[in-house]
């Protein structure tokens, strides 16, 4: 069993302590949960450049990583058009973290 969880309305981007808005919103660390490593959080994100998209932590055992990369790689690279929410067409925004 591996747990994926959206908490793109959770609202954490708008919790401010008194010194401005959150910069990242989610758990500390992948693997979090009842049994580390079988949980994963969809997490909104706003990049530097202000395009917003979603940060998807992925925490698995070494064999199912490579293989994960695997997939992603072969998906990314024959281009494939995913669509979003009302048809748009999404667009991969690489991660600086």
Same mark, same amino acid.
């Given at each position: ?33 009842? @049994?580390?490593? $079988?949980? =994963? ?5 706003? *990049?530097?450049? %202000?395009?917003? +998209? /979603? ?13 994960? @990369?695997?997939? $992603?790689? =072969? ?5 494939? *058009?995913?669509? %979003?929410?009302? +048809? /748009? ?9």
């Amino acid at each position: 069993m591996y747990l994926v969880s959206d908490v793109t309305h959770v609202g954490l981007r708008n919790v401010d302590f008194g010194w401005g808005k959150a910069v990242y919103g989610g758990p500390a660390h992948g693997g979090v949960g009842v @049994v580390p490593g $079988l949980a =994963s959080f969809y997490i909104p994100f706003k *990049n530097a450049k %202000g395009e917003e +998209g /979603l940060v998807i932590p992925v925490c698995l055992p070494s064999q199912a990583m490579k293989r994960f @990369v695997k997939e $992603l790689d =072969s998906l990314l690279k024959n281009n494939i *058009n995913l669509s %979003g929410k009302g +048809g /748009l067409k999404s667009s991969l925004i690489i991660s600086s973290l």
